[in-house]
Nanobody, 120 residues
Framework: QVQLVESGGGLVQAGGSLRLSCAAS????????MGWFRQAPGKEREFVAAISRSGSSTYYTNSVKGRFTISRDNAKNTVYLQMNSLKAEDTAVYYC?????????????WGQGTQVTVSS
């Protein structure tokens, strides 16, 4: 059973930075496409970023392009989300997720989430 554990969330002022980490165990990390999602209070969960199995391809939602960077270290079974120039609207619970199929856009494994709060 794959387990994903996020860390690195917290309270930061607008314009600041945070780096989220997601450590995976119980599976073959390098075989999963990984993604970050977030859910703000009263809103649906939304896609933030994703990275291919090798790390050679990355994808971002428009609102975070140029500010967030997703990366992974397959030797450490960890995916990261570097968040810079944070805005109040980035406040949410952030989840990492793993996807087995390269063809079906469904994520199979989810972490428990980490809270990010940006004060304005």
């Amino acid at each position: 059973q794959v387990q994903l554990v996020e860390s690195g969330g917290g309270l930061v002022q607008a314009g600041g930075s945070l780096r989220l980490s997601c450590a995976a165990s119980g599976g073959t990390f390098s075989s999963y496409k990984m993604g970050w999602f977030r859910q703000a209070p009263g809103k649906e969960r939304e896609f933030v970023a994703a990275i291919s199995r090798s790390g050679s391809s990355t994808y971002y939602t428009n609102s975070v392009k140029g500010r967030f960077t997703i990366s992974r270290d397959n030797a450490k079974n960890t995916v990261y989300l570097q968040m810079n120039s944070l805005k109040a609207e980035d406040t949410a619970v952030y989840y990492c997720a793993g996807r087995v199929s390269p063809y079906v856009d469904v994520y199979d494994y989810w972490g428990q989430g980490t809270q990010v709060t940006v004060s304005s």
